[in-house]
């Protein structure tokens, strides 16, 4: 990276090949000058769920901060994905891969075939008899009827972000939901998680379609949420009896208006069918660069 060029804008959508569907983020290159502040600023009038900004990096290929409207935050995998893919087809990095520094270390990134995929940490989960909060008050959050059933109770699960991951029986629940963002905003913070991965394996075309709510973040639904897709595939296989280690999340198809995204999931475990590893990823769309004023 080069530490004298001005700061560069870019809209970039990731977790798609088209510029219609997919998660926007903004990436500013070269923001070795700008203050903490400044990014904040930034990313608060850009209004995306995440705004990524690259600087040079003494430990890795680049230095990525990611920032929210309102705060700052460690990992986001659909802005990270949008930074490596904008970062690639600027010829800043080269496959097959480059090591991105973060607030909270070096992590790999894996350039293949004009796809990023991010490592995540093994999977730990925290069920609900460990915490506070009830299924009931998980369910009247999200304005489920009342003593609602959920298929499988709701599981904390983290492989580096912690996500509240809420399955639902059927398309039609999940596309239908009303949630009550001050409720799940609440629950999220007892919880210490980001916020409510709500998903049904009841899906076309994938593994499992999903919502996520994040009020907390400051962002009532995402459209692709990649440090979300990891911890539920990890999910499905150690819990729901899926067997394979690739998998295929949709996100945002259920959002109004829809956006659709495809997230890629590839799991490695040991020989007891343990998970060690895992990385998520895909593909992502330059949209435009635009003016930035600092």
């Known amino acids: 990276m080069n530490t004298h060029k001005s700061p560069e804008l870019y809209l970039v959508k990731a977790f798609t090949e088209t510029k219609e569907g997919g998660n926007a983020a903004g990436v500013v290159l070269h923001a070795d000058t700008l203050a903490q502040q400044q990014k904040q600023q ?23 901060e990611f920032f929210t409207p309102n705060r700052q935050i460690p990992h986001c995998g659909h802005a990270t994905i949008a930074t490596f893919s904008l970062l ?16 909270e270390g070096p992590r790999q990134i894996d350039l293949l075939h004009g796809k990023v995929y991010q490592a995540q940490l093994a999977p730990k989960y925290t069920h609900l008899s460990e915490t506070t909060v009830t299924a009931d008050e998980i369910a009247r959050s999200l304005n489920l009827p009342s003593k609602y059933k959920f298929p499988a109770e709701p599981v904390v699960a983290s492989t580096g972000l912690g996500f509240l991951l809420v399955q639902l029986q059927h398309a039609s629940e999940l596309q ?26 009841a899906a076309q075309g994938a593994d499992a379609t999903t919502r996520m709510f994040a009020p907390g973040y400051g962002i009532p639904e995402e459209s692709a949420t990649g440090m979300a897709a990891g911890p539920l595939a990890c999910y499905l296989h ?27 999931v590839q799991l490695q475990t040991d020989a007891a069918g343990r998970i060690t ?3 998520a990823g895909g593909k992502a769309v330059i949209v435009q660069q635009l003016p930035l004023k600092v």
């Open 42 to 64: 930034i990313a608060a009038g850009l209004g995306f769920s995440e705004t990524a900004f690259v600087s040079a990096s003494e430990i890795g290929d680049v230095k990525v």
């Open 176 to 201: 239908a939901l009303q949630p009550d963002q001050e409720s799940i905003a609440r629950i999220s913070e007892r919880l210490n998680v980001v916020g409510y991965y709500v998903f049904t394996t």
């Open 277 to 279: 590893e895992l990385k």
């Open 88 to 103: 690639l087809q600027k010829g800043l990095v080269q496959e097959p891969g480059a090591v991105k520094e973060s607030i």
């Open 238 to 264: 150690d819990y729901s009896g899926f067997s394979k280690t690739n998998y295929l999340i949709h996100q945002g198809y259920l959002m109004q208006p829809p956006s659709p995204s495809q997230l890629e």
